[in-house]
């Protein structure tokens, strides 16, 4: 094999792991995002929830009782 066929292929690699590389980090990004949406609406909901309840409930529950 010569040195340009090595030099080709070595390029070519390179370039195969930077773009999986470039895609690992889009997903985590994407998948970063989605989790901040369901925190947001988990904390939206729960505010909504709080505000229907009665005075004093869904603060605490007592597993004892």
């Not at 980090?25 to 939206?44: E, P, S």
């Not at 909901?45 to 009782?65: C, H, R, W, Y």
């Amino acid at each position: 094999m010569s040195d340009s066929m090595a030099i080709a292929q070595s390029f070519a690699a390179m370039q195969a792991a930077s773009t999986q590389q470039a895609l690992q980090t889009q997903m985590l990004r994407q998948q970063t995002q989605g989790d901040q949406a369901i925190v947001a609406l988990l904390q939206q909901s729960n505010e909504q929830m709080q505000a229907v309840l009665p005075a004093g409930q869904g603060q605490a529950v007592d597993i004892t009782a």
